[in-house]
């Protein structure tokens, strides 16, 4: 998600840069929520989850997130994030609901939430994804990203793979991408996944798949991107591939920035991100 401004390089399973979408695999888009027997995934063995449990109103499970409550000062965002069950909070039907708000609120004009597994959940290797309704309108950037742990080597170096990021005003198109040093912001690498006009406003499950020399990106189990260190080679000999080491998810609504451009007059508030579940697996 950071400093996400442009189309890189693109390179794409069966394209130039852009798929569409077909009917959704085994992962499931529509339909139901996410239970027990929907968790199996062949090949796949499920370490992590979180399947946003709970009484309406309340926290998402602090043993498993960390909110960050604080003024957003990356790629120009104008958001506060807030803790408060107003912009976070399980909705007692099985999903979280991050809230993006217009409104006066310390100092700010919007509000919304981040939250992050970092020092409670960081995994080298696997498979991530989550089952989520994005929230949409002018200005809005949900995303669902992994970052290193590695935070004292800075950004881009610690590296960044972004799973589900989303400009509001282009509701049917995700953008699936690599940050690393000397291949961020708008020189990173990605690819676009185009959801039918049809179904986009339902939920859709968006993952990766990192392995050793190797990250896949999906959407609904629809396989879009391939990326190893030969693409960086092929770019430049001197790219680094940082993809060796603990990552650990974030999940969040921005409003504003350099991505999405700011909110306008057509944009509706208050806008929604739903997640039916996050999941992890490895090997």
């Known amino acids: 998600m950071t400093n996400a401004a442009g189309a890189g390089a693109g390179g794409v399973a069966g394209s130039g840069g852009v798929a569409t979408g077909g009917t959704a695999g085994s992962a499931g888009s529509g339909g139901s929520g996410g239970s027990v027997d929907d968790a199996e995934i062949p090949g796949w063995t499920l370490v992590w989850r979180d399947e946003f449990d709970g009484p309406s109103g309340t926290a998402p499970d602090s043993t498993k997130w960390t909110p960050r409550v604080g003024q957003a000062t990356a790629n120009e965002e104008l958001e506060y994030y807030s803790d408060r069950p107003e912009n976070l909070a399980l909705d007692g039907n099985g999903h979280l609901v991050i809230t993006a708000r217009e409104e006066q609120y310390m100092g700010s004009d919007y509000t919304s939430a981040r939250i992050e597994t970092a020092d409670k959940f960081e995994q080298a290797y696997g498979r991530f994804q989550a089952r989520i309704k994005i929230p949409t309108g002018q200005g809005i ?61 339902d939920f859709h499950v968006f993952a990766v798949e990192w392995e050793e020399n190797v990250v896949r990106w ?60 996050v999941r992890v697996y490895q090997r």
């Not at 680094?240 to 990552?247: G, I, M, Q, R």
Request: glycine share 10%; charged share 20%.
């Open 141 to 201: 950037w949900p995303a669902f990203w992994i970052m290193g742990n590695n935070g004292e080597v800075g950004w881009p170096a610690r590296g960044e793979l972004d799973i589900m990021e989303n400009r509001g005003k282009e509701p049917t198109i995700n953008v699936g991408a690599m940050h690393g040093p000397g291949y961020s912001g708008a020189n990173d690498f990605r690819a676009e996944y185009i959801v039918p006009e049809g179904v986009w406003m």
């Open 218 to 277: 999906y959407v609904d189990d629809n396989l879009y991107q391939t990326r190893t260190p030969d693409d960086l080679a092929e770019r430049d000999p001197a790219l680094e591939w940082v993809y060796d080491h603990p990552f650990y998810v974030i999940m969040n609504v921005a409003v504003g920035g350099k991505f999405p451009g700011n909110p306008d007059d057509t944009t509706p508030f208050p806008q929604e991100l739903v997640a039916d579940y």
